[in-house]
């Protein structure tokens, strides 16, 4: 068993920052939360998804903490664990000899100029790592289309194109003057 990891980068500069998304992770998990883990068995196809492991206390902000298997249904995942579980996780579903691989996407973002981060976390040193293979394949993932991702991005097209019905706002004197015309019989808006 080969498996691919993946990490999701919390860039915050502030408290109140949003959570961006190193965009691969992003673009196969769809996770929304910071400091989430992913992996692919690449041998059975069955996705991992890594959640952290939420103090008590944290339940005074987010009201509730939500369960593995909430994640697990929400991002559709075979399986979910805790962060602190990587290493014992992936070692448990690798069945070969010697040390697990895993591939992990580091490279160059050509529209940031920015390298991606590869997956670290504690353990990973127990496992074989590959940086070059992964990145071009993710890449040309992303940029090939499958049907069904060309109908959702037309479909985006269109409604983002429709015609907007409401008058823009050089028109809005002359749909106004048009109305007191029409409904008041008066032609100028003093009479009015």
Known sequence: MHVMAWVLHHLALYCNDTCLHE??????????????????????????????????????????????????????????????????????????????????????????KNFSKPAEFEGIEKFETDLKILHPILTECCVVKSKLELAVIQYANDISSEEDESPFEFRALEVFLEAISSFHAARTIELN
Not at 60 to 67: H, L, Q, S
Not at 95 to 100: D, I, R, Y
Request: glycine share 6%; aromatic share 16%.
């Open 23 to 112: 965009s691969y992770f992003a673009y196969l998990f769809g996770v929304r939360e910071p400091s989430f883990y992913g992996a692919i068995d690449i041998s059975t196809g069955k996705s991992i998804l890594f959640a952290p492991r939420l103090p008590a206390e944290y339940a005074v902000w987010m009201v509730e903490i939500k369960a593995l298997s909430h994640f697990k249904e929400t991002y559709m995942v075979d399986m979910a664990y805790y962060t602190d579980e990587i290493t014992k996780v992936l070692n448990n579903q690798y069945k070969g000899s010697g040390k697990p691989m895993l591939f992990l996407p580091h490279g160059l973002n050509t529209d940031s």
